[in-house]
């Protein structure tokens, strides 16, 4: 009989914002005030404060504290300074672990934005199709480094601006985005973007297979005959479409598979070691602190925190 950890809540989601719960007295813009593009400014603590998803983009200035960030299955450190983007539907989370009593009054600017106008609006104006490779790794949210300064300028221009001008300066900070190379993707894997659509078809066709059968043996000869490719030949395709070696690809989403379940549910890691594909404990272990750089319990025991606060 599985004994199920008390310490652990069971089937834990975050919570979907909706619209009507954005409001002014929240620090929200009205809708009827402004475009797509909107500013919210708070400190910490808030009632915004939540593990908790929406159907926007959100890009995210830290301008104090310090403690840990929460987004899909990453955790890691942030503190004043920090900017990160996330895209539509990607739960996240800041914990601030360093408040002076009483709190800050301010710690979070933040833009939200919405996907469908960008990416129409790119099919007529060509110049807005260099915001769409951005957009595709936000799924994933990004960290940008050394951006802070100029990201609390482009901000404030945002903010101080209604109409023309204010898309004009939500643009230039895009384009700064956009631009910039020092950022890392913080969750789960990604898949690389590509020109070829029929190369792009074959590599979504094989990772829905890995993923929609994570438990099954996924072999590079196997599907490398499937595709009529040689298996060195496989290997290049894959890992110029991916980033990943084949076994790197598969390990990675196992992995983020089992940050699921350890954030999700109360399974022991030994079942959710197996339900995502490993033959043994040993190696999920080790695979586990290799990717996340903590173990399974542990990332199980930090995981939980994500409920104290953000925005």
Same mark, same amino acid.
């Given at each position: 009989?599985t004994?199920?950890?008390?310490?652990?809540?069971?089937?834990? /989601?975050?919570?979907?914002?909706?619209?009507?719960?954005?409001?002014?007295?929240?620090?929200?813009?009205?809708s009827?005030?402004?475009? +797509?593009?909107?500013?919210?400014?708070?400190?910490?603590?808030?009632?915004?404060?939540?593990?908790h998803?929406?159907?926007?983009?959100?890009?995210? !200035?830290?301008?104090?504290?310090?403690? /840990? !960030?929460? =987004?899909?299955?990453?955790?890691?450190?942030?503190?004043a300074g920090?900017l990160?983007?996330?895209g539509?539907?990607?739960?996240?989370?800041?914990?601030?672990?360093?408040?002076?009593?009483?709190?800050?009054?301010?710690?979070?600017?933040?833009?939200?934005?919405s996907?469908?106008?960008?990416?129409r609006?790119?099919?007529?104006?060509?110049?807005?199709a260099?915001?769409?490779? !951005?957009?595709?790794?936000? $799924?994933?949210g990004?960290?940008?480094?050394?951006?802070?300064?100029?990201?609390?300028?482009?901000?404030?221009k945002? /903010?101080?601006?209604?109409?023309?001008?204010?898309?004009?300066? +939500?643009c230039?900070?895009?384009?700064?985005?956009?631009?910039?190379?020092?950022?890392?993707?913080?969750?789960s894997?990604?898949?690389?973007s590509?020109?070829?659509?029929?190369? &792009?078809?074959?590599?979504?066709?094989?990772?829905?297979?890995?993923?929609?059968h994570?438990?099954?043996?996924?072999s %590079?000869? %196997? &599907?490398?005959a499937?595709?009529?490719?040689?298996?060195? /030949?496989?290997?290049?395709f894959?890992?110029?479409?991916?980033?990943?070696? +084949?076994?790197? #690809? =598969?390990?990675?989403?196992?992995?983020?598979?089992? @940050?699921?379940? !350890?954030?999700?549910?109360?399974q022991?890691?030994?079942?959710? @070691?197996?339900?995502?594909?490993f033959?043994?404990?040993?190696?999920?272990?080790?695979?586990?602190?290799e990717i996340?750089?903590?173990?399974p319990s542990? #990332?199980? $025991?930090?995981?939980?925190?994500r409920f104290?606060?953000? %925005?």
């Open positions: 009989m004994v199920r950890s008390r310490s652990v809540p069971r089937q834990i /989601k975050p919570e979907l914002e909706h619209e009507l719960a954005r409001s002014p007295n929240l620090g929200y813009e009205s009827t005030d402004v475009g +797509f593009v909107r500013c919210l400014s708070h400190g910490f603590p808030t009632p915004l404060a939540r593990w998803y929406h159907d926007e983009y959100e890009l995210h !200035l830290i301008t104090s504290t310090s403690g /840990k !960030l929460f =987004v899909g299955d990453w955790i890691g450190p942030f503190q920090q990160v983007l996330t539509p539907r990607l739960p996240h989370n800041w914990v601030s672990m360093d408040m002076p009593e009483g709190g800050v009054p301010l710690r979070d600017l933040v833009i939200q934005f996907h469908e106008p960008l990416v609006a790119s099919e007529n104006i060509p110049e807005l260099e915001v769409l490779p !951005l957009l595709e790794r936000a $799924k994933h990004i960290e940008f480094f050394g951006l802070s300064e100029t990201a609390e300028a482009h901000w404030h945002v /903010k101080g601006s209604r109409g023309l001008k204010r898309f004009t300066a +939500f230039d900070f895009m384009s700064d985005l956009a631009a910039c190379t020092d950022f890392r993707l913080l969750s894997v990604q898949l690389q590509t020109d070829d659509d029929a190369e &792009l078809d074959q590599i979504n066709a094989l990772v829905n297979r890995i993923t929609e994570l438990a099954d043996e996924h %590079a000869a %196997a &599907l490398a499937d595709l009529g490719m040689s298996e060195s /030949k496989f290997s290049r894959f890992r110029k479409a991916t980033g990943n070696t +084949f076994t790197d #690809f =598969v390990n990675r989403v196992r992995i983020s598979r089992a @940050c699921q379940l !350890l954030m999700d549910t109360d022991q890691v030994t079942h959710i @070691c197996y339900e995502v594909g033959n043994n404990v040993a190696n999920f272990n080790r695979r586990f602190l996340k750089g903590l173990t542990e #990332f199980r $025991k930090q995981s939980l925190t104290r606060g953000a %925005a």
